[in-house]
């Protein structure tokens, strides 16, 4: 290891950190955006906060366990509704005022709303993070190496690309248990493509370029060139590609515990609380309405900042 | 390379990929029996657990995955896909397919029309008047479009426009299910159907039928596309040409129209052709919540049965339909951009 | 070489200030040009990549980009400054008195349109035009490029009240004058031509059809920015050379933008040489050949390898070209000016007329 390859190493950060100011300058120009991380920043502290705010036991009354399948309905449709809106009177804690109204255990909207918003923040990020590094990964790697090991990766993601992901996840999810566990690993088998397409697609482009060269001839190692500066310098529309599908993730995970692949029916989760609304959507909206229009919310605000960052990076959009 | 071979090569990867996905549907839906049941279109609820074990045997599902891989294979090389539906009611799953197919061709054609209709207006308003009123205006609804669950958005829109419009009075569009008036078959396309046949009531019926399932699809997706509209029109912008183009003295409409446009939706066209092929393979929450009789709904409807041939008819219909529109796409590419043609 | 006209410049440029708004700060591009351009002349202006010569260029014909602003000065043309006029009236102006013709052919073209379309849209604007000559083609009169040149002046004109003529024939007489212009411009195969895209044609015949272009609108001004920078040497003395035979055909002022001296020289009247964003000095040709009076002219001169001397060790200018967000103060040149005095760090030189037709700006005179 030649002694000048730290000094690459700091010369570009140093560009990168001039890069990282102007973005940041342009985005402050952008009203969208900044509402958009505003908003997002909102939910993420929410979330941290959800489980000291609202009380977890609330979402599981009557002292039933969380997982127990099937969940025993005491309380069905008679003078004592438990689906209110507004002022009413709680199945379990008397009377009370319920701003977004009951879901159809009586239980008090707005907290198992709240409740719900860590959860798919939560799997969100897992998943994302896990099919974006692995995806990532992969691309740089089948970029970098060439030849017989770029086919196959690039066969194996033309496989998942044609596959009816939501059909898969389902099947898996099928058969491997109705846990959030399996949820996600079935959605992350799904969601890695993109990344290893994209990547690959930038350390095509680096592998080019002089300073690749450059490097090599200081006597770089391979990895030290892949993951010390490749990787750095591609890693923005990488970023910019995660806070979008985050957004997606969402949607996705919701829709899937939503069509009925959640552990526990009860279970605070913004797609299973709206499933619950599934029967009554004409006579009580608000069930479904509420924890639809928060999934809407979050989705919209990442997207809004990853749409927003795309634009600032896009490098022929700058001044 | 020549056009042909280029062809050619992608439709030997067709087979490769249906190859794979098929080995990996047939995995993990004949795999587990304890999870999904391969069997369960075969049974039905009175069978004693003899008559299940006779069934089974006798569609060899007790015998090793490769073995049964092999038979499906040959079964499904002689045209015969295998059974689906529950309780033993059992039609062929590729008649129960192409029953199917054409609602979700109808909601497809019809969403794509509309995306299109309103996605690349939308895109180009926003390039042309760039970080003003307008250009923030589309940007909120197109991203508010692909971060809308489709689920959610089926249901409220069924909600105000149903329900509240019969309450409050208005004419009111119907809440789900395709047309049922009685279908004169030609095409098997409903709406078609009905005009071919001089049907008005019945193409008007599905037309109505039609609008609140394929604007609840489309409005997911033309945000997308007026995103990529918006950022292609406003490279083509930046080009030199354009600024020729003004040089010349042109009106800026001509410009726009003439010289930028022309380039610009060329990635709009090929993402067009990508989507539509997307929605082929059947929206399957959308035609849920519709209750809309698609290839869709049956996947779901399989997916919960444990049906394994319907999936894997499914899957493998897919999978055809994605490669192929990839493939027609990136060649109208080449027909569309006079530089990659020679 | 034609005798100029010494009467009234046809487009002056006074005083032109002009910034660049960027994210690193305000570029100073121009600091107060002066140029004039008299009738059927051909003006060269020179100078260094970046010293503001395509910027006036575009400030002249109204093409600027929108960060761009005007701090001060005037454009005038025919009695009116082109600063003031709406972008409708400067599109006009564009469309039948100016014609510019750019650097690079290749980005310059578009892509996905057949030439024959770009080339006959530049004519089809003159729809006017257009129509008289398909009356006079009716009454069977010569029709030809130099006919509708000449229909510029209201003389010629005829009248079209009572006459209707049908699209088709439009485009048919734009389609045959096109294909006069080509033959001008000497590309072969004019049909050809017509249907191909850009991309099918050479660098040199990219360059002619622009060239075919611009003279499609009978202007009155004609700016070359650079047209022979992106093509090889043979190429550019061929289409130096048509812009010669040209002149003696078109009664139209040439201002031909390069940092060549060599390319000026042969076309150009009179050479303007500029330098970060002002016109340094003026004059015929042959005077700033002679005897150049701004230091960097001579600077200039000296850089250029002698032919005759091939031994002779290559001068060049000591410095570097000035870097436009914080220019140097007064006379932009004076940190690079071996003459360089206390007072050119202060003030900035106007042009002053020194010597007959010859002027310079610099305090040593």
């Known amino acids: 290891m030649s002694k000048q390859e730290p000094e690459v190493r700091k010369g570009e950060w140093e560009a990168r950190l001039a890069d990282i100011k102007y973005s940041l300058y342009l985005l402050r120009k952008n009203p969208l955006v900044i509402t958009g991380t505003i908003i997002a920043l909102f939910f993420i502290i929410l979330a941290l906060l959800a489980n000291i705010i609202v009380d977890p036991k609330l979402a599981y009354p009557e002292g039933y366990p969380g997982n127990m399948y099937p969940f025993e309905r005491k309380f069905m449709w008679n003078a004592n509704h438990p689906i209110q809106w507004g002022p009413g009177i709680s199945l379990y804690t008397g009377p009370e005022f319920f701003p977004l109204g009951t879901d159809s255990y009586g239980r008090d909207l707005l907290k198992m709303i709240i409740l719900a918003i860590p959860v798919d923040l939560y799997f969100a990020a897992i998943i994302t993070i896990i099919a974006a590094v692995f995806g990532t990964l992969l691309g740089a790697i089948a970029g970098y190496i060439g030849g017989i090991v770029d086919e196959i990766v690039l066969r194996i993601t033309d496989v998942f690309f044609a596959f009816p992901g939501l059909v898969l996840a389902l099947v898996f999810a099928s058969i491997f248990g109705r846990t959030l566990e399996t949820l996600a690993l079935a959605i992350i088998l799904v969601w890695w493509p993109p990344y290893t397409r994209l990547m690959r697609g930038q350390v095509l482009s680096e592998k080019e370029k002089p300073y690749v060269e450059a490097l090599k001839a200081l006597g770089a190692s391979p990895l030290r060139i892949l993951f010390g500066h490749i990787l750095p310098n591609s890693i923005f529309p990488i970023l910019v590609q995660a806070t979008m599908d985050f957004g997606g993730v969402i949607l996705t995970f919701s829709a899937l515990m939503f069509l009925g692949f959640s552990p526990s029916p009860a279970m605070p989760e913004l797609g299973n609380l709206a499933a619950d609304g599934y029967g009554h959507v004409f006579d009580a909206p608000w069930v479904m309405l509420f924890p639809g229009l928060t999934i809407l919310i979050i989705s919209l605000a990442f997207n809004l900042v990853g749409d927003g960052l795309r634009d600032v990076l896009d490098p022929r959009l700058r001044r | ?342 | 070489m034609k005798k100029q006209n010494r009467t009234q410049p046809i487009l002056e440029v006074r005083n032109l200030k002009l910034n660049f708004h960027t994210y690193r700060g305000e570029v100073k591009a121009l600091n107060g040009v002066d140029l004039k351009l008299y009738p059927e002349e051909a003006l060269a202006l020179v100078g260094e990549s970046g010293c503001g010569k395509s910027v006036t260029a575009l400030a002249i014909t109204g093409l600027l980009p929108e960060n761009a602003y005007i701090v001060d000065g005037e454009i005038i043309f025919k009695g009116e400054n082109l600063l003031k006029k709406s972008k409708e009236e400067m599109r006009e102006f564009r469309m039948s008195e100016c014609a510019i013709v750019f650097q690079d052919p290749a980005t310059y073209l578009n892509p996905v349109l057949r030439m024959g379309i770009q080339l006959k849209e530049a004519v089809l604007l003159h729809k006017d035009a257009l129509k008289q000559m398909v009356i006079a083609e009716k009454r069977g009169e010569k029709i030809g490029y130099q006919e509708f040149l000449a229909m510029k002046t209201s003389q010629n004109q005829i009248s079209t009240k009572g006459y209707r003529v049908s699209r088709k024939k439009i485009n048919e007489m734009a389609e045959k004058l096109i294909m006069d212009i080509l033959k001008l411009v000497k590309l072969p195969d004019p049909e050809r031509i017509l249907k191909s895209y850009p991309h099918e044609l050479s660098g040199g015949m990219k360059q002619r059809a622009m060239i075919a272009m611009a003279l499609a609108r009978r202007p009155s001004i004609f700016l070359a920015d650079e047209i022979t920078t992106a093509l090889d040497v043979t190429i550019q003395a061929q289409i130096l050379y048509l812009l010669k035979e040209l002149r003696q055909k078109i009664a139209t002022s040439i201002l031909l933008i390069t940092h060549d001296l060599s390319v000026a020289a042969e076309i150009a009247d009179r050479i303007a040489v500029m330098y970060g964003g002002n016109v340094v000095e003026v004059s015929s040709t042959r005077a700033i050949f002679k005897k150049p009076l701004h230091p960097y002219t001579q600077l200039l001169l000296k850089a250029i390898p002698n032919i005759l001397n091939p031994t002779e060790r290559l001068e060049s200018i000591p410095g570097t070209v000035p870097e436009m967000i914080n220019p140097p103060s007064g006379c932009r040149f004076h940190p690079r000016c071996l003459y360089a005095m206390d007072i050119c760090t202060k003030n900035r030189p106007n042009l002053k007329e020194v010597e007959k037709e010859h002027e310079v700006a610099c305090f040593l005179y």
């Not at chain 2, 038979?71 to 799953?93: C, E, K, M, N, S």
């Not at chain 2, 008036?181 to 009905?194: A, M, R, W, Y």
């Not at chain 2, 930046?238 to 800026?252: P, T």
């Open chain 2, 1 to 342: 390379m020549k056009l042909y071979e280029y062809v050619i090569r992608r439709l030997i990867l067709l087979v490769f990929v249906l190859f794979a996905v098929s080995l990996l549907v047939f995995y993990f839906t004949r795999g587990f029996p304890r999870g999904m049941a391969p069997w369960t279109p075969y049974i039905h609820p009175k069978m004693t657990a003899e008559q299940i074990e006779q069934v089974i045997k006798e569609h060899g599902f007790d015998r090793p995955l490769y073995e049964q891989y092999f038979y499906w294979l040959r079964d499904i090389l002689r045209g015969d896909w295998g059974r689906t539906g529950a309780w033993a009611q059992g039609l062929p799953a590729n008649e129960v397919f192409f029953n199917h197919f054409p609602y979700t061709v109808e909601l497809s054609v019809f969403a794509t029309i509309i995306t299109v209709g309103i996605g690349i207006p939308m895109g180009i308003i926003s390039a042309l008047k760039n970080n003003k009123l307008p250009d923030h205006a589309c940007r909120i609804i197109a991203l508010a479009g692909y971060s809308t669950p489709a689920y959610w958005f089926g249901f409220m829109l069924q909600l105000i426009f149903f329900y509240y419009f019969s309450v409050w009075g208005l004419p009111h569009l119907p809440s789900s299910q395709a047309s049922t008036l009685g279908k004169p078959s030609i095409t098997g396309i409903p709406i078609i159907d009905g005009l071919l046949t001089g049907n008005f009531a019945y193409a008007w019926d599905e037309f109505i039928h039609l609008i609140l399932p394929s604007f609840s699809l489309a409005f997911i997706s033309l945000g997308f596309l007026a995103r990529i509209v918006r950022a292609s029109m406003l490279e083509v912008l930046r080009q030199d040409y354009i600024v020729m183009a003004r040089s010349k003295g042109l009106k800026e409409r001509v410009v726009i129209y003439r010289h930028a446009l022309k380039n610009a939706l060329i990635p709009a066209v090929t993402l067009t052709g990508i989507f539509f092929a997307y929605l082929l393979g059947g929206a399957m929450i959308t035609e849920y919540v519709f209750s809309w009789p698609g290839v869709g709904q049956q996947a779901l409807r399989a997916i919960f049965q444990g049906d394994s041939n319907f999936i894997l008819l499914y899957s493998l219909v897919f999978a055809t339909i994605i490669v192929i529109s990839n493939l027609v796409v990136d060649v109208l590419y080449a027909f569309l951009d006079p530089r990659i043609r020679y």
